[in-house]
């Protein structure tokens, strides 16, 4: 698995904002693999508000060129918390959405993010549902880990850490880094690039992209290609 390593790294970015564009191109730039997780629902909507992070989405026609390079994976329709809706309806949000994905991209979607914040994000409930009834093979809670080690359940799926705490993934990184482990290692962070925006973070994350990259023991991978292709 791996080529033969036992560390890797994968990121994950939500909303499908056209932020993507310039993270995309940063991390092409240090061979960084991500999975981008899209609302296919509001592609092309534009965010009027003046806000410093625009939440403008990219356009449906774009998509397959903007993440040649990467996964998508969604994120439902149109962003609901999956544990309050009835079961027709966490299937069709799921469902719907692979389909117009998988129609723009011209592969089959097999990754999830489990929208919205807070203690809605997820549960049991809808992880086992959509085990049952749905070719999600993984989806990504919100829940930091701080650590390493591998997922006891691919439905309910504890990222490491999220993008705005930038010092603590640094932190991180080091460890991993000088990490010589005898089983497999992930370092998965998450986040939507408007925070990049919002903290004014993009210089902060060109730098974590050049101390994370270019390990020799280190995979670097998209979610799907860490998760699925080469772990279980
Ligand atoms: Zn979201």
Known sequence: MWNNKLKAVTFSFDDGVTQDIRLIEMLDKYGLKA??????AFFGS???SGRKDPRNKVRAEEVAKIYENHEIASHTLTHPYLTTLSDEDILYQISQDQNNLSELCGYDIVGLAYPGGGEKNNNAYVADFIRKNTSIKYARTITSTY?????????RLD?????????????????????KPETPQ????WGHSYEFDLNDSWDNMEKFCEVISGHDDIFYGTNREVLLDSLF
Request: hydrophobic residues 45%.
């Open 186 to 189: 992930i370092y998965y962070i």
């Open 159 to 179: 990222p490491t850490i999220q993008i705005y705490e930038m010092d603590k993934m640094f932190e991180l990184a080091e460890r991993f880094i000088d990490l």
């Open 147 to 155: 650590g390493f080690g591998l997922p006891q359940d691919l439905l």
């Open 46 to 48: 534009v965010d009027t």
């Open 35 to 40: 999975t981008f997780n899209l609302n296919s």
